[in-house]
């Protein structure tokens, strides 16, 4: 690892915590507008082992709240895009792009067993309550992103142990699923969210439903969930 460019890092953390950073496996589900800042903030911070996983490409409608959305980019992959970037800030990273989707019945695919740290910054209802259930039945850590849209104080964005978020729709959804089912994640684990709800002001009518999102949002809970897994590294 070239000690220039973690100098900065190195005095603040020490070099044995960086040595640390360096040797864990992470892998990360979703790297659109949470996950891709949480990428960047993971490499940038002295993460080498990183797998990111997403299926879609790059749309115009990502420009204004994801790291990898450039009009350069439109119709490329996402998890493509992030990887040049991160191995263009750090060259001796191993990065594992997946262009693929986490869902019930790809969850096996993936050998999460492998992992030291789950991030979970997935959309979909279903894939996320499947891997948080699958997640939390593994030794390895767990960290969520609950819904960062309808969000613009940056102030209410905060970490929790998943029961106790309060107001977040998400949240909500997710808790109601697994009662219905009757399936539980098996461990607590710790979840960004924030407790702002703001409403819609605009709608196109050819668009589909879908919730207004800002950058500096999606990019703080990206941040946060970075520091989540950086500070467990650094104090374990």
């Not at 693929?100 to 019945?105: A, K």
């Amino acid at each position: 690892m070239s000690s220039t460019i973690f100098q900065r890092t190195a005095m603040l953390l020490g070099e044995s915590a960086l040595n640390k950073l360096s040797a864990k496996h992470v892998i990360l589900f979703g790297v659109g507008g949470v996950g891709s800042w949480c990428a960047e903030s993971l490499v940038r911070s002295g993460i080498c082992h990183l797998t990111i996983v997403d299926s879609d490409n790059v749309a115009e409608s990502n420009i204004n709240r994801q790291l990898v959305a450039t009009h350069s980019a439109i119709g490329k992959p996402k998890v493509e895009i992030l990887r040049q970037r991160l191995l263009d800030i750090n060259p001796e990273a191993d990065i594992v792009a997946l262009n693929q989707r986490y869902t019930p019945q790809t969850a096996s695919e993936f050998h999460l067993e492998n992992y030291d740290y789950i991030i979970d910054a997935i959309d979909s209802l279903q894939d996320k309550a499947h891997l948080i259930l699958q997640a939390t039945s593994l030794p390895s850590y767990f960290f969520s992103s609950m819904g960062a849209a309808l969000k613009l104080d940056p102030t209410r964005i905060s970490v929790t142990e998943f029961w106790k978020v309060k107001g977040c729709p998400l949240a909500a959804a997710l808790r109601r699923r697994f009662r219905h089912s009757k399936q539980f994640p098996q461990r607590k684990f710790k979840c960004v969210f924030s407790d702002e709800l703001l409403s819609n002001k605009y709608q196109a009518e050819d668009e589909p439903r879908v919730n207004g999102t800002i950058a500096h949002i999606t990019a703080i809970f990206g941040f946060t969930l970075a520091s989540l897994v950086i500070s467990q590294i650094v104090n374990s």
